[in-house]
């Protein structure tokens, strides 16, 4: 016996000892590594809070911050270092926690945040320390350990912060304080949608404190942000974005580094001509279904395992890390940085193994918790059912969950499934139902246009603003190092842009082709003199015979159009429109006069302008991206229906209108071949939103 007691105290010194060790050399990793670079460096996500919360501070129109090239433009005119910033699929309300620090530079904002960030981490490690019986070396050991922590302070996140309001709800209910904790949940769930599911725990659990608590945070949150943002931006967040999000659209579908769910049976069911050739089953009816019912299989035990009857801490504890768990499993958009909140169930699980004195598991929970924060998926280059090992992540925070119900279990005996739990049980396979209905709605005729797909590299990942240049299509292609120009040829495309600018827009008249260069401010450049032919001037549109040049300028964000006669070089340039329009994009007609899309009243709606003056609406409803054939009959513009912009031909000649594409996706920037026989387009159709990719198709299958 003696010699046993000997034993586990010399165990016990070897595991401080090590413990310590690990501590002082991770210690000096974030001190000499991760802190220095975060300091010094303005790396991807931070500006795109910052952006967005400097635009609010200086008064702009922010209505556009979920469009791609409108937000990059924001950012090159304010000297930003960031190479390409983008707001889908982030809350308003997220980018609102930087808002203190506008008035500061980026970088010393960043650092600013990091400051702040360091002293919520110390808030949600003493939390954690009191809600466990780890010690103090335990708790920031587990901290240390969660690589995902440096991915978070490197790239300027705001896990931490989320972080913090998880760990802190969790202790106000474990207080019995449950209203507070559900505000906390709500106000939480304004920086990422994902801790809603907390409010589900609170029904299972029969709080109606708690669930009241969440829907006043949310209602704070939401009233916040459209105070501050408008209503006109949470419309687009709510019909397009969020929807794209919850179905893993919100980015590129089929990357395997995100190592997600969606992502994952996307490569494995969907075929896109460019971003997913090689499918092991071209059925996408199969993601539709899939999709949500393997969501469910993952979150369900986290719900049903949970006990009305059961408020001590033990059980509280174990259910809140069992609930944050299953989130982060099925989560559709899970960057490195989002493992953040491992943090919370580590300690936890590691907490309730550490209580049965099981060395072995709690060895095996703190592998399973470094390795799913440290390893993420890969794209390889074949496709086939080998992708299913290419997602490793996915696989651990699967096995992480396991860890949890296996623990949750353990607590209860599950003789018979009591009459709540079979009421949840039917109340969750409904919700499966609906999301498979709705999934197979989505993809009614999702996937019609891809016969008509002009092909690029697999590099390009947005092809947009077309326009036709002699043989080749000109447009603005999305690369890794920011917007080029691109020019389309029969032997596929060629970057005529590699200057560290950004080329936002372009058009062409015959031979001649002018794009948008914007840095400090914008600027129209002949790409043929290779000249600066307009100052401070943005989007720029040609008349086919190449006499006019109009273009935009935005002051705080409220755009008019400008017109320049291009054969009469000493006729001054003159303004078209009036500030209380906000024009979006225009396309001239043969005799000169425009047809432009703005905002009046909150929503876009198309217009005609004459030369001479006088502005009339065309009547449409909710319409953007005009475009007039050259031939002056056709008119195609694309319009807002069930949160999709679909596109529509109008006969100028007759007014009569027919509808060209039906499905839930979008369809925008239309060009017209010089023949006007045949219509280039911008579509997103199973890719990413607004990830668009180009389209050819032939007028007379549109018109029969």
């Not at 982030?90 to 008035?103: D, N, R």
């Not at 505000?183 to 009241?212: E, M, S, T």
């Not at 943090?343 to 399973?368: T, Y």
């Amino acid at each position: 016996m003696l010699s046993e007691v000997n034993t586990s105290d010399k165990f016990h010194h070897w595991l401080r000892l090590g413990e310590w060790v690990l501590l002082v050399l991770l210690s000096l990793y974030v001190g000499v590594r991760v802190l220095p670079r975060a300091w010094h460096t303005l790396n991807t996500d931070f500006p795109n809070y910052y952006l967005t919360a400097r635009l609010v501070r200086e008064r702009y129109d922010t209505s556009r911050i979920y469009e791609w090239l409108w937000i990059e433009r924001q950012k090159d005119h304010r000297d930003i270092d960031q190479r390409v910033v983008g707001m889908v699929p982030i809350t308003p309300f997220s980018t609102l926690v930087v808002y203190p620090l506008t008035f500061m530079q980026a970088l010393s904002a960043k650092r600013c945040w990091i400051l702040i960030n360091l002293g919520l981490l110390f808030g949600v490690l003493s939390i954690l320390r009191r809600l466990t019986q780890l010690t103090w070396r335990r708790v920031v050991l587990v901290a240390l350990l969660s690589f995902p922590l440096y991915a978070n302070f490197l790239l300027g996140q705001y896990y931490v912060l989320l972080l913090f309001l998880l760990v802190l709800a969790c202790w106000l209910y474990i207080c019995k304080r449950s209203f507070l904790a559900g505000v906390v949940i709500g106000l939480a769930a304004g920086l990422k949608i994902f801790p809603v599911i907390y409010l589900l725990y609170f029904l299972r659990k029969r709080d109606a404190r708690a669930v009241a608590g969440g829907m006043t945070g949310c209602l704070i949150a939401t009233m916040v942000s459209v105070a501050v943002f408008g209503w006109t931006l949470h419309r687009t967040y709510l019909a397009q974005v969020l929807p794209a999000a919850l179905r893993g659209d919100g980015l590129d579908p089929y990357n395997l580094i995100a190592a997600s769910l969606s992502s994952l049976l996307h490569r494995l069911f969907i075929y896109e001509p460019q971003l997913n050739q090689h499918p092991a089953l071209n059925a996408p009816w199969l993601f539709a279904v899939l999709h949500p019912l393997l969501q469910m299989v993952i979150l369900a035990p986290a719900l049903l395992l949970s006990t009305p009857e059961d408020m001590s801490p033990r059980r509280l504890r174990l259910e809140w890390a069992a609930i944050l768990l299953a989130s982060l499993a099925i989560s559709t958009s899970p960057a490195s940085y989002l493992f953040t909140l491992l943090i919370l169930p580590g300690c936890v699980l590691l907490d309730a193994l550490q209580e049965k004195k099981n060395h072995f598991w709690s060895l095996m929970l703190l592998a399973v918790y470094v390795a799913a924060g440290f390893v993420r998926g890969t794209n390889p280059v074949g496709g086939g059912w080998s992708v299913v090992t290419a997602v490793p992540r996915l696989w651990l925070l699967i096995l992480f969950c396991v860890f949890a119900y296996v623990l949750l279990a353990k607590q209860e005996v599950l003789k018979a499934f009591k009459l709540d739990r079979r009421v949840w049980t039917l109340a969750l396979l409904l919700v499966v139902v609906v999301g498979v209905v709705a999934n197979l709605r989505h993809q009614q005729r999702l996937y019609a246009d891809y016969q008509w797909r002009i092909s690029t590299s697999p590099g390009v990942f947005m092809a947009v603003r077309p326009a036709v240049q002699k043989d080749a299509i000109v447009f603005v292609a999305l690369l890794r190092d920011g917007y080029h120009l691109a020019s389309e040829y029969a032997n596929g495309p060629q970057f005529s842009s590699t200057s560290s600018s950004d080329y936002l827009s372009v058009t062409a008249a015959g031979e001649k082709v002018w794009a948008e260069r914007s840095g400090h401010e914008s600027a129209i450049v002949s790409m043929l003199r290779g000249s600066v032919d307009v100052a401070n001037a943005e989007s720029p549109i040609a008349s086919s015979d190449g006499r006019w040049l109009a273009y935009l300028r935005s002051d705080n964000g409220q755009a008019s159009i400008w017109l320049r006669v291009l054969d009469k070089p000493d006729v001054l340039e003159r303004r078209l429109t009036p500030p209380g329009l906000n024009v979006l994009e225009m396309s001239f007609l043969p005799n000169g006069d425009l047809i432009f899309a703005a905002n009046s009243g909150g929503h876009p709606s198309l217009f005609a302008v004459h030369q001479t003056g006088g502005i009339q609406s065309l009547n449409i409803g909710e319409a953007r991206y005009p475009e007039v054939s050259l031939n002056g009959r056709w008119l195609v513009y694309s319009k807002l229906q069930d949160g999709n912009w679909n596109l529509w031909l109008r006969d100028l000649k007759n007014d009569q209108t027919r509808r060209l594409t039906d499905a839930a996706c979008n369809f925008i920037d239309p060009t017209f071949t010089p023949d006007s026989g045949s219509l280039i387009y911008a579509s997103d159709c199973g890719r990413g939103l607004w990830f668009t990719a180009l389209c050819k198709r032939p007028m007379p299958s549109l018109i029969k």
